[in-house]
């Protein structure tokens, strides 16, 4: 999970897109109904749409999903809506979040495993429709529920809530989990985004655990003064947001705070 300003994204929008997406928008708060909604969505103007503001980005929000941090390891990059468009699996009633389908507050850049459901032997995971509230009673149905949406709690993890990047923890073999000290309700935040994100998916837990060994590396080459300069900078690499797997580089850190070096390192997260 990496935390994503938002003030960086805006930055770029310009006011062509802003205006098709209102445009997008509009026709879809003019259809007669669900079925009509559901149509204009699927139309290849809609997905023009969401890959025009994928182009956008910069480039630094292109790396690596928003959601695993992982790059060429679990495929493409989509735009993920983060309240989902067309259903709601925690409200069978719900026809989804189909209002925001055109708001750039609502997109997350997240790789297939993290964005579509997979069912494997070891471990089963994926977004889809999933998106559990914490107040479920305060859930938004339409558009005019405004306010609704304001007060709905997501149980999940956001990239753009600032509080929830450093929620999550790896143990030693890479596998995800709250971290030390996390009270109940963000356990359950975090225990939901493992399996809504696939984050204990086999090749990215194994990804994670060459993490560690490399960190635990080039901490020894540190401790041991055999190669120092060239360990923090290799370390300094592994943290930045940029990098792979960085929330896990700053994870396997964190117990060697002993260390000056590594102190100063972490003092950048």
């Known amino acids: 999970m990496r935390w994503i300003c938002k003030d960086d994204i805006e930055e770029r929008i310009t006011q062509a897109w802003r205006t ?11 259809a007669p109904d669900a079925s009509a909604r559901k149509k204009i969505l699927k139309q290849l103007a809609s997905s023009d ?7 956008t980005l910069p480039e630094n929000l292109k790396k690596k999903c928003w959601y695993c941090e992982a790059d060429d390891i679990r495929g493409d990059m989509p735009i993920d809506h983060f309240r989902p468009k067309n259903k709601v699996q925690e409200e069978p009633l719900h026809d989804g979040y189909w209002w925001l389908a055109f708001e750039w507050t609502n997109y997350r850049c997240a790789c297939t495993f993290c964005n579509s459901r997979r069912n494997f032997d070891e471990t089963q995971g994926g977004k889809a429709c999933r998106f559990p509230l914490k107040n479920p009673e305060s859930r938004a149905f339409k558009p005019e529920d405004e306010a609704l949406l304001i007060e709905e709690l997501p149980d999940f993890l956001d990239p753009f ?10 143990d030693s073999d890479g596998l995800p989990q709250p971290k030390p000290g ?3 309700d963000q356990k359950q935040k975090v225990e939901n985004s493992i399996d809504i994100f696939h984050l204990h998916e086999t090749r990215i837990t194994r990804a994670r655990n060459k993490i560690r060994i490399e960190v635990d ?7 041991n003064g055999d190669g120092a300069h060239e360990a923090k900078l290799a370390l300094r690499r592994m943290i930045r947001d940029t990098e792979k797997l960085s929330r896990a580089a700053v994870v396997y850190l964190s117990p060697h705070r002993d260390l000056h070096e590594i102190e100063e390192i972490l003092k950048i997260d």
Do not use: C, G, M, T
């Open 161 to 170: 809530n600032p509080d929830d990047e450093k929620l999550l923890w790896f």
């Open 20 to 30: 098709k997406s209102a445009q997008a928008k509009a026709a879809l708060i003019a």
């Open 182 to 184: 996390a009270n109940e």
């Open 217 to 223: 590396h080039q901490v020894r080459k540190i401790r």
């Open 49 to 55: 749409v969401w890959r025009e503001f994928y182009e």
